[in-house]
């Protein structure tokens, strides 16, 4: 199936706020836009699946979360990286905007979430991915982008132009 052009799809931010630059150096076979409202159908919590255990939730409430972000504005910004032959997700990634009372009422960018199909892995969809997010971070006026992440992912933030700073902590319920 040849993939659906953004005019067709519910897309969760406009897909200007993508980066030209990044857009243009993705092979001709791909497209990178804002996560979709039919995402569900295109494999999105498959390709999730790479990074961490994922429940699938059904396509209703998978949708009822997305409508939620939706209505976050200017706070979620989930991002697909798209096959176009087979309309099928083969990379995502998320960044959420924090807004502080300090530092001016600074705001914070949290990259969260990515993830590259095994298949399409090394082959700098990731780094796409982390180049649109950091710029959206940045175009939202965010004066920090943050992540967390594995030692083993250090060397791929590190090419993304991430440097290694403090410690993460964690208590899970
Ligand atoms: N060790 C060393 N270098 C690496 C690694 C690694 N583990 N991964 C990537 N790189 C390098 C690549 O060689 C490349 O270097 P080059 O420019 O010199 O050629 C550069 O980093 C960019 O790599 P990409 O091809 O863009 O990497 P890829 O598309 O495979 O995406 C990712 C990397 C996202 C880690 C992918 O392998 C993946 O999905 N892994 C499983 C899920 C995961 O761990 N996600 C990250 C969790 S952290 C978070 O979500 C905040």
């Not at 504005?73 to 697909?80: A, R």
């Not at 087979?86 to 998320?94: E, L, N, Y």
């Amino acid at each position: 199936m040849p993939y659906t052009p953004d005019n067709e799809l519910d897309l969760l931010f406009p897909a200007e706020y993508i980066p030209t630059d990044v857009k243009e150096q993705l092979h001709s076979d791909l497209h990178i836009r804002p996560l979709a409202s039919t995402d569900y159908r295109r494999g999105h919590l498959s390709v999730l699946s790479v990074l961490t255990v994922v429940t699938d939730p059904g396509e209703d409430a998978w949708v009822a979360q997305f409508n939620l972000w939706k209505s976050a504005l200017h706070t979620y910004y989930g991002i697909v990286i798209v096959d176009k032959a087979s309309d099928r997700i083969v990379a995502v990634g998320t960044i959420f905007v924090e807004r502080k009372f300090l530092r001016g009422l600074g705001s914070v960018g949290h990259i969260e979430d990515i993830a590259v199909d095994e298949r399409q892995q090394g082959k700098k969809l990731g780094l796409r991915v982390i180049q649109a997010l950091t710029r959206i971070s940045e175009n939202s006026g965010c004066y920090k982008t943050i992540l967390n992440c594995s030692d083993k992912n250090i060397p791929f933030y590190e090419k993304c132009g991430y440097q290694k700073k403090e410690n993460e902590m964690a208590k899970y319920a």
